[in-house]
């Protein structure tokens, strides 16, 4: 899990990214381990279609600290240059 997540440019919560997914706005897509799997399914779907890369991150709390907020996150997307 990079430290450095905090200060790119991001989607965090599986809403935003699945829309910035199917916009075409997402460069990678980092899912927690253990996320419910109604949560991630139409993530890695979606991603798998637009050819995303997947990483996986230990866990919502891991991914959370960094995406810098206070709670866990299941689903964090990192945004292309250009579209934040």
């Given at each position: ?6 200060e ?8 935003q990214?699945?829309k ?5 706005r ?28 997947i ?5 919502m709390?891991e ?7 206070e709670?866990g ?12």
């Amino acid at each position: 899990m990079p430290q450095r997540l905090a200060e790119l440019p991001k989607v965090v919560g599986a809403k935003q990214t699945l829309k910035a997914i199917q916009n075409g706005r997402i460069e990678l897509v980092y899912l927690a381990r253990d996320a419910d799997e109604r949560v991630t399914a139409p993530i890695r779907e979606a991603c798998e279609q637009q050819g995303v890369n997947i990483v996986e991150a230990e866990s919502m709390t891991e991914l959370g600290k960094a995406c810098s907020i206070e709670v866990g996150a299941a689903v964090a997307g990192v945004l292309k240059t250009g579209t934040s």
